[in-house]
């Protein structure tokens, strides 16, 4: 079954159970879903569908820092619990080792020597990683690894 069919069926099933709060965050997935097939004219693959749900996670780590900086608790709680179903769809996260690994094989296989070759170890590491690593901490392992 693929990620969307998987994401459709928790939203009738979320629906039969009277689910409210997972309900509508289930809605605003299969909406940003949609939105980006429509944009684009494509059907999206599950890499694709991955990188929605990654960019909502990050959409919400962005109002949290500054639900958070404004004082606003409530608002804050209620992004929180939106990352958590959005999270159940994703895959499960590398360890740091696994990361770490990842990043030095990137790092032979690219040839990279300097800060310069950031670019070309990200997006090879980006492959192997998607979804399951938060790629922001990843970038910024790569930049101390590679001397920046």
């Known amino acids: 079954m693929s990620l969307k069919q998987r994401i459709t069926d928790d939203m009738k099933a979320a629906m039969r159970g009277g689910e409210k709060d997972r309900l509508a965050v289930i809605r605003l997935i299969l909406a940003a879903i949609k939105q980006r097939e429509v944009d684009e004219r494509i059907e999206l693959d599950e890499a694709q569908v991955l990188a929605v749900l990654e960019k909502m996670l990050k959409q919400r780590r962005d109002s949290i820092v500054q639900y958070d900086a404004a004082g606003r608790v409530d608002l804050a709680d209620v992004e929180r619990a939106e990352m958590v179903v959005i999270e159940a769809y994703l895959p499960a996260k ?24 950031m670019g070309k170890v990200v997006a090879s590491v980006k492959q192997q990683a998607a979804g399951r690593a938060d790629m922001a901490q990843v970038s910024a392992r790569i930049k101390a690894r590679l001397g920046g």
């Open 94 to 117: 590398l360890s740091e080792a696994e990361v770490d690994a990842l990043i030095d094989a990137a790092i032979t296989q690219t040839g990279a020597s300097s800060p310069r070759d």
